[in-house]
């Protein structure tokens, strides 16, 4: 009689000490764990061994882009669960020699050494970039932005839909992503003051949509700089289509080779994720020097948690290898000193965690939806790796374990005059 699953579970429930809340559908066709639960599926054995040889993230996360390991049911509910025994639980080297101090926690790895076979490690998936040093030189930036945008225009059209901005969108109780994405474009354009006869650079343009938006509904000259040949060539068409080829450059260009100041506005929209902390403080100092005196700078970007020993801090490991190579977040109190130690006055913070949260389960739903065809475009362990990525960060949003902000900052001439309305977030009412 078929009973993988039930050792499976057995076993995985004495390796962590706690019930295994979700069930388990082994290879051979058994399954064991509690009925209406979402089901964590083990399509071999291979995926015992990814986690025996990868305890932890990357062992999951390379068992599920190789198509070993899946999920049949509620997917937010089954990535819940795992957060809470492996995210949450400490995971790696080091959390498995301290376990494997616990006689009942060996005996539970031999059992899974003993069911996984052949002790060879299997090889990663073609999706994982090799890890390397954090240098974020102007090569390592350019190499990075292409593993993560530069997989096709169509694919992203799938998951971002019509409005193709890959960032949080702003909501309201109801409405659509595209309405929300495009209120998003237009509280940025409130926050930095745009109006006729004033140059914006945006910063990391994507596919153009923030460009467009300023320029189209503001009437301000826009210089949009990406680092990816397949965004630039995009936005130039939209902008083209739009007939604002007088208005909007896109430029494929490192911020740091922008030398075409000043600006009267910088945004820059989920692109400084990509900077670095040992680079921060020169991304801001860029930035200042290129907007003129009274010049204001949006800042849109994701946040982690502080921790108490901030040397500790190391970058997630699944989104390193597979998504965002060399990407860096860091607590919204170091960039807001850095940025003040650039020159900076910040005077104002908007948090919109939940908001980024309600945009992933969007773009889940949206691949979700068209996921024969986004296979097609990619490939089904790429697919797979967004659709993780995606719904792992909604939940991360969601329980406050990582979050987002909007950062107005202005470079305040030595005078002292902002430039800003006395009674702060008058743009929050549209007028």
């Known amino acids: 009689m078929p009973d993988a ?22 290879w051979d066709g058994s399954e064991a764990g509690p009925p209406g639960a979402p089901a964590l599926v083990i399509r071999n054995r291979r995926a015992l061994r990814r986690l025996l040889w990868k305890p932890g993230e990357l062992g999951i996360a390379r068992a599920w882009v190789a198509g070993d390991l899946g999920v049949e049911g ?10 809470g025994l492996v995210w949450e639980r400490g995971e790696g080297a080091k959390g498995l020699r301290e376990a494997l101090r616990d006689p ?61 901005v890959y960032s949080c ?12 994405q495009r209120d998003k474009l237009d509280l940025v354009c409130r926050k930095l003051g745009l109006k006729p006869g004033l140059r914006l650079l945006d910063v990391g343009c994507g596919w153009g949509s923030m460009a467009i938006h300023a320029a189209r509904e503001y009437g301000v000259s826009v210089v949009g700089v990406t680092l990816s040949q397949e965004q630039a060539a995009y936005a130039r068409k939209r902008v083209a289509d739009e007939g604002l080829t007088d208005r909007v450059e896109i430029r494929v260009q490192d911020y740091r080779d922008v030398i075409d100041g000043p600006y009267d506005a910088i945004s820059s929209i989920g692109m ?14 860029v930035l200042h020097a290129l907007l003129k005196p009274g010049g204001r700078l949006l800042n849109h970007q994701i946040a982690r948690r502080p921790q108490m020993d901030e040397s500790a801090y190391s970058v997630d490991e699944f989104i390193d290898a597979y998504v965002f190579p060399d990407g860096e977040l860091a607590p919204i109190g170091t960039t807001l000193t850095q940025l003040e130690r650039a020159g900076f006055e910040v005077r104002d913070v908007e948090v919109l965690r939940e908001h980024y949260a309600l945009t992933l389960r969007r773009w889940v739903a949206n691949l979700e939806a068209q996921w024969v065809r986004a296979v097609r475009l ?21 329980r406050n374990r990582i979050g987002v902000n909007q950062v107005l900052a202005v470079r305040t001439p030595e005078a002292g005059t902002s430039g800003l309305p006395l009674r702060a977030r008058t743009w929050n009412t549209g007028t």
Do not use: C
Request: hydrophobic share 40%; aromatic share 8%; glycine share 6%.
């Open 272 to 285: 400084a994720e990509h900077v670095g902390a040992d680079r921060y403080l020169e991304y801001a100092r």
């Open 104 to 164: 009942d926690v060996r005996a539970a790895a031999r059992g899974l050494i003993r069911m996984g076979g052949p002790p060879l490690p299997p090889a990663p998936p073609r999706e994982e970039v090799r890890r390397r040093r954090h240098l974020h030189t102007k090569r390592s930036d350019r190499r990075a932005i292409s593993h993560h945008y530069d997989v096709g225009n169509d694919f992203y059209e799938i998951v971002l839909g019509p409005s193709m």
């Open 5 to 26: 699953a039930l050792r499976l579970k057995s076993l995985f429930e004495q390796l962590l000490g706690t019930p295994v809340l979700v069930r388990i559908r082994a």
């Open 378 to 398: 990619t490939s089904p362990g790429r697919a797979r790796v967004w659709r993780l990525y995606m719904a792992a960060s909604a939940l991360a949003f969601e």
């Open 169 to 180: 969108a702003y909501w309201e109780e109801a409405g659509t992503l595209e309405e929300a």
């Open 74 to 83: 509620d997917l937010y509910a089954a990535l819940d669960v795992m957060a």
